[in-house]
């Protein structure tokens, strides 16, 4: 599994009508299930999904062969058996095959693709986005003249051969000025993969659950971000391209894509995020992007029916020139539904109105080539920006969006959120880290428009390297629940500059006293070795635990919640390697015997390593009547000395409690 930006709370709630030890029971175990299924939508193993057998259990992605290319692998575990024992896994579908074509299959015809834009359109006097094709016909004036322009700026009225490369067609290729490609799906280094499947159901009534279950059997999609400028879609089934989609605001760019000369930028929407939300009255399923870490912005599309074209249109899109609070962030930027005052826009039926939570971003990403070196340091601030804003209208303070300050004096960007909510579903705070070190709680409860919008930010804890430096917490935390408060686990590097010095990874508990710094944290002992690094927690805090990376310049790639209260973070490090840590969420303990995690991996075969739970043996019954399963877990990469071979090591062994458990025996503690 992969990451999870949040799960809900499993604290018991009163409730008049039903006795709360049956109501916390049922909702905290919905809860955890509901976080687990999810987490899936990211890279990683894929269940909770209707008719589950039929689907691969991971989706991930690989290096292709030059660093404009990337393949993207779907890996089926096939059962454990007597015969077989703990069989290798199997590629399902590999995308770029599919699209690029092999020696026994040819590839996807260009006039075949669905691939999508946005125009500006005027009519009644408004202005709105229209979904269309990317195709000259299409596109606006302004639009086509990026396509009919040369590399020296000349005008060649070459926008058909242009989009034509777009859409994969490789006659050109090689000729003069035109860049050969290893194969037609881009790289997806840095990107992580979002299943979107049905709608959740839990917590789900009236219209959305006539809505749900309307959906229950719609075609579940893999949504990932290249650096081709496409945000693709492809079929969990069988890896076939059901669209793309071209934000707006990288026409430009996509206009200079076929050239040798262009210039390589980052995936499109490295971090997609999807829920289910009312528009209108109207329940939808609509997935937040960032235009990509070099470029500041947000779209939103609709999502709801993969199989109608108007339903994966875009429902709005946003810059820095249209809002200059928004800048660079590579999300994901999540959606919620708050309730809010007559004054704070239209309300849905039930009080409350949707909006997608974002950081507000660097003003450019240090070292890229829109950093500019004059801007004035920014103060971290929540965006809370309206999903029924109407393209083409200004965003408006108050009206459309919404900005939550840290206090005064502060400095940095904000990256992106984790949402707590309580066992109803409902938000209840905004957990999000800024460049300077500092991990911040925002209050969400009670209805917009809040009296006290700039006293909503409290500091969580003050992230520093064991030599006092600031470390950026800008990559989305995750949160852990329990009755003692929220455990977010945050992770950051210091600045590139000093790159001799590794990132930490922070567990802070969040029980609403006080701000936490290192030293108020359990540190755990990290010792380096050939094979991967000793983890020996350090005598437990009330605060939490730290754990700092042992490998010169290695810094924090990913963290995610793997179930069963596990945790992995990889990281990449200055020797040119990737490593995997696998850790007990609530105090950083490895689950191998001997306390072993870190190995390392190249992460240019596997963005990360399989990992699956297999029983380890029957189920076990204790003298007091309390059932568990032993699991083993497995972590697989592919041998590259072997085609199609694979290798595994046991990464972990844990006992599961199995039958009914009530709220109060829900530990936090691993077992």
Avoid at 216 to 239: C, I, K, M, S, W
Avoid at 561 to 568: D, E, F, K, N, Q
């Amino acid at each position: 599994m992969w990451p999870a930006s949040a799960s809900c709370a499993h604290r018991p709630v009163r409730s008049s009508q039903v006795p709360r030890s049956s109501r916390s029971s049922r909702m905290c175990r919905a809860s955890l299930m509901l976080a687990l299924l999810l987490s899936l939508g990211t890279l990683g193993t894929v269940s909770g999904l209707s008719g589950a057998g039929q689907y691969p259990q991971h989706v991930v992605p690989a290096a292709g062969d030059d660093p404009w290319h990337g393949r993207l692998h779907a890996i089926t575990f096939a059962p454990v058996s007597a015969e077989t024992g703990h069989p290798a896994p199997a590629d399902a579908w590999e995308a770029d095959a599919l699209l690029s074509g092999t020696a026994s299959q040819p590839p996807r015809l260009p006039s075949s693709r669905q691939l999508w834009t946005a125009r500006e359109t005027t009519a009644a006097g408004s202005t709105g986005l229209a979904h269309i094709p990317l195709r000259s016909d299409a596109l606006s004036p302004h639009q086509l003249q990026y396509f009919a322009t040369a590399p020296d700026g000349t005008a060649d009225g070459m926008q058909d051969v242009r989009l034509a490369y777009v859409r994969g067609d490789r006659r050109l290729e090689g000729s003069t000025g035109w860049r050969e490609r290893s194969g037609l799906l881009g790289s997806m280094r840095g990107a992580t993969p979002r299943v979107v499947g049905a709608p959740q159901m839990l917590f789900a009534s009236g219209s959305q659950l006539a809505f749900a279950r309307a959906h229950q059997l719609r075609t579940p999609l893999v949504f990932v971000g290249a650096n081709d400028g496409l945000l693709h879609a492809f079929e969990l089934a069988t890896g076939q391209e059901r669209f793309a989609y071209a934000p707006a605001a990288l026409l430009p760019w996509l206009a200079t894509f076929p050239h040798t000369d262009a210039i390589r930028r980052p995936p499109v929407c490295p971090r997609p995020a999807a829920a289910d939300a009312e528009l209108a009255g109207q329940w939808r399923t609509v997935l937040t992007c960032s235009t990509g870490a070099d470029t500041a912005g947000l779209f939103v599309l609709d999502v709801t029916d993969p199989d109608v074209a108007r339903d994966h249109g875009l429902l709005w899109e946003v810059d820095a020139n249209a809002l200059p609070a928004l800048g660079h962030t590579p999300g994901p930027a999540a959606i919620v539904g708050l309730p809010v005052r007559p004054q704070a826009g239209p309300a849905n039926i039930d009080g409350r109105r949707w909006f997608v939570v974002s950081g507000n971003g660097t003003a450019a990403p240090a070292g890229s080539r829109a950093a500019d070196p004059d801007a004035a340091p920014r103060q971290p601030s929540l965006l809370l920006l309206a999903l029924d804003h109407r393209h083409g209208q200004p965003w408006q303070a108050g009206r459309d969006y919404w900005q939550l300050p840290t206090p005064p004096g502060t400095r940095g960007a904000l990256g992106a959120p984790a949402i707590a909510t309580d066992v109803l579903g409902q938000p209840v705070a905004a957990y999000a880290g800024d460049s300077t070190g500092t991990l911040w709680r925002f209050d969400l409860r009670g209805p917009l428009p809040w009296d006290d919008m700039d006293r909503r930010a409290t500091a969580l804890l003050q992230g520093r390297t064991h030599s006092g430096k600031p470390l950026d917490l800008t990559a989305p935390p995750l949160l852990l629940h329990g009755t003692g408060g929220t455990l977010v686990l945050a992770s950051g590097a210091p600045s590139a500059e000093t790159n001799a010095e590794g990132g930490t990874l922070f567990a802070a508990l969040d029980d609403g006293s006080r701000a936490l710094t290192r030293d108020m944290l359990s540190m755990a002992s990290v010792t380096a070795t050939a094979s991967g690094s000793t983890v020996v927690p350090g005598a437990a805090q009330a605060g939490g635990w730290l754990l700092d990376l042992p490998h010169a310049g290695e810094r924090p790639a990913t963290l995610e919640a793997i179930g069963h209260g596990l945790v992995r973070l990889i990281t990449e490090a200055a020797d040119g390697m990737s490593r995997q840590y696998l850790l007990h969420g609530t105090n950083g303990s490895p689950p191998s015997a001997g306390g072993m995690t870190g190995a390392a991996f190249d992460a240019r075969v596997l963005a990360a390593p399989l990992l699956n739970f297999m029983p380890d043996g029957p189920a076990r019954t204790s003298m007091q009547g309390a059932a568990s399963l032993p699991l083993q877990l497995q972590s697989w990469m592919p041998d590259v000395t072997a085609a199609g071979g694979w290798n595994s090591v046991v990464a972990g062994a844990l006992s599961i409690r199995t039958g009914r458990l009530a709220w109060r025996e829900l530990p936090m503690e691993p077992p």
